[in-house]
């Protein structure tokens, strides 16, 4: 067991998130799922790579990457998150579309949260989060820095 400092610089300086990859049963009903909901642009489109058909795209300026492994079957500990804004009107549309199973809206701590799922069962939240934050680490930092003016 190690017994290094909780302050320890970390052995890897993370920048930022680069991307998530996902296995999809289905390439083509996937990439239709994402573009339809949350505005995927492909940027790449590989249906002939070595490691199976795959597209790289853009949902805002997160990169995604989804390949097709027959078969995938969801992750139930894996969880797809975007801000939004104006929330009750996008839960209202997903529902009125029915499409990606709108779960219901969600309230906590000041955010509004709704989960869909893919074609294939992965979790994919839309939230709107307080503070006029966009990402959770911006929530934190602002929640930290209440925080700390209240002390």
């Known amino acids: ?49 070595p490691s199976g058909p795959s597209i790289k795209g853009l949902i805002a300026d997160f990169a995604i990457e989804l390949t097709e492994r027959p078969g995938a079957v969801a992750s139930r500990d894996f969880c797809l998150s975007f801000s939004v804004r104006g929330i009750e009107q996008i839960h209202q549309a997903f529902r009125e579309a029915e499409f990606g199973e709108a779960g219901d809206l969600t309230p906590l701590d000041g955010a509004l949260f709704f989960f869909i799922r893919d074609p294939d069962g992965n979790a994919v939240e839309l939230i709107e989060l307080p503070y006029a934050a966009t990402t959770l680490g911006q929530l934190l930092d602002a929640l930290a820095r209440n925080s700390s003016s209240e002390n």
């Open 1 to 49: 067991m190690s017994s290094a400092s909780p302050h320890a610089a970390p052995l890897a300086p993370v920048l930022g998130a680069s991307h998530v990859a996902i296995e999809v049963a289905n390439l083509d009903r996937s990439v239709e799922f994402y573009r339809r909901s949350l505005g995927l642009r492909v940027v790449v489109d590989d249906r002939s790579g």
